[in-house]
């Protein structure tokens, strides 16, 4: 096993327990005391710093994770019968409101449930189908458990062509796949096996890994692509050449949650060492959002800004790998990255997390939780590395 | 007439002669050097610091404005042949690759003109009526001028929906009108009745007119919003309280050019001094691209980047009501904003102005041209800003 000297040993163990007051004293309290909706169901998502809600919408992606988080908590952490309460109060929104007349997830409603945006994001039903699953054995009830395996193949059935009328791009002249469907079919596929304990899934989890491998992962220029055209290459223009070093960096965790081969393990890591290398920005620190792989500019506006969930992914996979794959540059990066991100990020004033730093990791907004910022990638990342810490700790 | 004191009127001369060594000497020549795609036809908009191309995408709103903006050169400041070949160079892509079956713009074609993104923003064709009326004056060709009036018309039967199939939203729960349209509206008429010569398209300027005095003005609260609720309101969500000083600031200077009633004339100058006092940026300086009315978070993470186009629109509204209005806040507020952007987003290298500033006014990006950034905005700015500095320069 890894050899930890007494130094890293000591700082490890603070930052474990830092984590875990993080999560249990700060990150869930907020969510419980603000974000649930009594008098509709469901929950508010969009808080200001101290929790006060600017925007009653409720975003059918923020629903359904806050879903999994609650109930995740219930299934691993203990079975705390508010958690299971607080999952409850989402399925029974989601149960209620969630869907149109064909089952499709709708991407927005009103707080009172009436529909805003349609099922354009087929993100939403897959993140249904990992709050139905985990729901579903928090709460014992079979049907839960039906209803995610029933959404899933849904899914499957529409993951050709997933934004359906909704779809503007016009893909016999260009067609263009996304890592981002890739790592949510493999979370699909890990939440469905680890909760309706089927061995099924196992296929799906090895072709993706197989796909992130061969397609997504380019060795000879030590890049991990966010695009990838139908002929497998990456074509050179903003859309092909754009990086998402957060994507990898979650997925990466994801796929070492999968195997324990010790080569698979090693590309990993070797894959997001590179990922990390490219994407910390030398200048101000932290983890660029989007790059481009030639350096050239990006299509988006904000891709220099520093977000809360692309360092708590980065920090956890390389805690993760690095322990896995005993690489010492990967634990110098998790020292690196959680002291880049703790000082920045961490509200000590008011709990939680700030979500967005501007280029030069200054804060760029006070809100706790929006549109896209929920009860969801804080928690698990705090959950995760408390789990690893104490197995890299308990080696002598 | 305005008293323009002596160290204003040697500023406001040296400021006019800048904008058309600016405009001659640099901008112009950027596009007329790297844009035209001698290959395919039509412009190559993502241009590099250095002119270089770094995608060879086209973008309808782009390809549109750029006709529009050589055939508009032709027309005002000289008949130069190469301005009119230009224009017909992206008139002859238009007219092969530009609409699908039924006659509707697409969004973006590749470099050889195949379709990649479907008709699904009507914006491309108000932008087309822009390049057909302003190309069909400048080559004399009624064809061209019958063509534009024939999209524009199309456009009327679309307007109650504009994006049909694509419409993701659910207006029966929540209908929000957007200031944008409007303005698109105006600008629309304004070009038709200038290419044209056809009166009728006051009155669509007079609807216009009066629906921002009413319902996008709020004169209670000193506020021009960007969005409004189908009774009327200013709905309390972060849909309802966004605000883009930058589209006021252009609708402004728009609807000044459409009016010699000085009651209205004021009421712009007053709508565009609370726009540029609650837009600018106390702390770095600058305009603001997007806020919330209420101080809260927008769901925009650039809403604090500096962007070129909102600069352009702000120095010349304040310059245009200024002068019209002889209001010498406003003329304060030009020299402000002139002193501002000059230096940070002018490229003294190689030409043209960079299109992208973080919060603090550091430069983000280094593109001359993309996806939304073609010859468009800056050279109309200086164009507007070199005539009407040369009024206030005639008056004693």
Known sequence: MMNIDSTDRQRLSEIRDLYAENLYESVIPFWERHSIDTDHGGYLTCLERDGSVYDTDKFMWLQAREIWMFSHL?????????????ASIGISFLERFGTDDKGDFYFALRQDGKPLVAPYNIYSDCFAVLAYA???????DPA??????????RIGKRKSDPKGIYNKQITENREIKTFGFSMIELN?????????????????????????????IDHENNIVYERLGADGSHPDCMEGRLLCPGHVCEVLWFLAKSTDDPEL????????KWTLERGWDRDHGGIFYYQDSEGLPTDKLESEMKLWWVHDEAIYAALLLGYLTEDEQ????????????????????????????YHNGERAKSLKGGKWKG???LPRFLLESIDTLDLMLETP
Do not use: C
């Open 74 to 86: 219930y299934n691993r952490v203990r079975p705390e019968s508010r958690w299971l309460e607080f």
């Open 134 to 140: 985990e729901y579903g054995r928090a709460s014992g």
């Open 144 to 153: 839960m458990l039906a209803k995610a395996i029933a959404i899933h193949e």
């Open 188 to 216: 699909m596929a890990q939440v469905l096996m680890q909760n309706t304990g089927d061995s099924r899934y196992m296929s799906t989890i090895s072709e993706v890994t197989e796909s992130i491998l061969n397609d997504f």
């Open 265 to 272: 393990l090693k590309e990993f890591a070797q894959a997001l």
């Open 330 to 357: 990967l634990i110098e990066w998790f020292f690196r990255l959680h002291d880049w991100s703790w000082p920045r990020f961490v509200d000590s004033e008011y709990g939680e997390w700030f979500g967005y730093l």
């Open 375 to 377: 009860f969801f990638h």
